[in-house]
């Protein structure tokens, strides 16, 4: 059972506009987010997290939003340029588990 | 400054045969992770170890055996491979135990195929 869905495979976006990725997770155990970036041939990296007792963190043109209701994450990068090309993990975790979700390809277009 | 080093980085196994991904860290970090990566699924967590002398299973351990060697080494054994092992394979590390709250920095993966 994906208990982290990210729904969207692929999003393009032109350089300079904002990319807005999104998340979903179904165990309302979860307590901390985190969307990881990836390039080919290298293992993710982090990008920026959430506790559940916030609903934004922001980190220089990355921001991530917690709707806790609606079980709903998302990551904002503006504006976006095409270093930022790469897949983008979102993952929830709780003390006992770790789910990652199947990954959005995004590509930013000069 | 290595971070997480994984080997090998490719490797081709017939079914049946038996291998050990090797990881190591030198971060100094308290828990270490193996993940698998398939199309469509994203990772999912095979084992992981808290701390050293201890592992854990995680989402799919089923077919895999784990070994915290010291607090630098985490090894992933495949004893009979099977085509659906076939998979990329992460190792990750963070310096705090467990599951909770805690960002993982990652190898760069081994690209695994079960012939």
């Known amino acids: 059972d994906q208990q982290v869905k990210q729904n969207s495979p692929s999003l393009s976006v032109q350089e300079g506009r904002i990319s807005i990725l999104n998340c979903d997770y179904t165990?309302?155990?979860?307590?901390?987010f985190l969307w990881y970036k990836k390039y080919p041939a290298e293992g993710p990296t982090f990008l920026i997290s959430i506790s559940s007792i916030k609903d934004k963190n922001e980190d220089g043109r990355f921001t991530v939003f917690l709707n806790k209701s609606a079980k709903h994450l998302s990551l904002h990068i503006v504006p976006s340029q095409p270093g930022d090309s790469a897949v983008y993990f979102c993952?929830?975790?709780?003390?006992?588990?770790?789910?990652f979700g199947a990954g959005t390809r995004l590509t930013v277009k000069p | 400054n290595a971070g997480v080093t994984q080997t090998p980085k490719f490797q081709v196994l017939k079914t049946g045969q038996s291998m050990t991904l090797q990881c190591a860290q030198d971060?100094?970090?308290?828990?270490m992770y193996w993940y698998r990566q398939d199309p469509g699924m994203g990772l999912r967590l095979i084992y992981y170890?808290?701390?050293?002398?201890?592992?854990d299973k995680g989402e799919v351990p089923n077919g895999y055996n784990v070994s915290r060697l010291n607090k630098r080494e985490f090894s992933l054994r495949l004893e009979s491979a099977a085509p659906s092992q076939t998979s990329v394979y992460f190792c990750?590390?963070?310096?705090?135990?467990?599951?909770?709250?805690?960002?993982?920095?990652f190898g760069a993966g081994t690209r695994l195929s079960v012939l």
């Open positions: 993952a929830a975790s709780s003390p006992n588990d770790m789910r």
């Open positions: 971060m100094n970090h308290n828990s």
């Open positions: 990750a590390s963070s310096n705090l135990a467990g599951l909770a709250k805690n960002i993982q920095y």
């Open positions: 170890s808290a701390s050293e002398g201890t592992t």
């Open positions: 165990n309302s155990m979860f307590d901390y």
